[in-house]
């Protein structure tokens, strides 16, 4: 509507020209707010970035994930930006909620910035306290370490363990996410396919036909893999069994030789 395109143009404005008079929280807010009504004005975004950068210290890990979320969300890179949280997020991960975390690393996947350190962090955190996210943030995570082809087993393992144990809980697209994160990281976990698919076929009414064919995309590529693998497996096999045969009909013919 234009009586709120004018409001956000004039909260913009000020935060231009006012940067430094606003307290960190407000820039988080004012980040979080015109990227969730999908306005990525530059000036706006750039004023809080420099704050962000200078003022990092300042910040709370909600304000530090808030910002990297409203740049993220807002389809907005900014190298600086993501270095700098960074650097607070790997000491202090700890003093992340579970939704800061899980928000922290899908920014950083959804702007393909590499932080190899932040999912570091991060999944030490997840492997301590996998219970207390939720739904949401368990999807999240795994969608983020998959995109960002960030390799942790460990982290897989223990979303999966909260994931089968509660499936119920976690919504289409959640379900859709975890099926394609484990997927494409590879990671093998019969029990969270089941989990899923039994979901799938209790609530199918439920999800899209995107999530669906998703879905049935990912196992059938699930299946493929394992029939390779199997492939290569029997291969192997056959390939040491003749090795196995031809040493023992020369060990037999240099036994008979005079």
Request: a negative charge.
């Amino acid at each position: 509507r234009d009586e709120d395109a004018a409001l956000f143009a004039a909260v913009g404005a000020e935060v231009v020209a006012r940067r430094s008079q606003f307290k960190p929280q407000e820039l988080a807010n004012v980040a979080w707010a015109f990227a969730t009504v999908q306005r990525g004005d530059l000036p706006v975004f750039d004023a809080v970035g420099e704050e962000a950068v200078l003022r990092a210290h300042e910040f709370d890990s909600q304000g530090l994930s808030n910002v990297l979320w409203a740049f993220a969300k807002a389809g907005l890179v900014s190298p600086a930006v993501f270095d700098v949280i960074g650097e607070r997020v790997v000491t202090e991960a700890k003093d992340f909620s579970p939704q800061c975390l899980a928000n922290t690393v899908w920014a950083y996947a959804t702007v393909r910035h590499p932080a190899p350190e932040v999912f570091e962090a991060v999944g030490q955190q997840v492997l301590i306290r996998a219970h207390e996210l939720n739904p949401q943030n368990l999807s999240n995570i795994v969608w983020a370490f998959a995109t960002a082809k960030h390799v942790s087993p460990d982290v897989f393992d223990a979303v999966g363990k909260q994931v089968v144990e509660r499936a119920t809980e976690l919504s289409p697209q959640g379900l859709a996410n975890v099926v394609w994160a484990f997927a494409t990281a590879d990671h093998e976990a019969p029990a969270v396919y089941r989990a899923v698919g039994e979901q799938s076929v209790r609530r199918a009414g439920e999800f899209t036909p995107q999530q669906l064919a998703n879905i049935a995309r990912q196992r059938v590529g699930l299946m493929d893999h394992k029939a390779v693998e199997a492939r290569r497996t029997t291969d192997a096999m056959d390939w040491l069994s003749r090795k196995v045969d031809q040493n023992q009909d020369r060990d037999a013919v240099n036994k008979t030789s005079p």
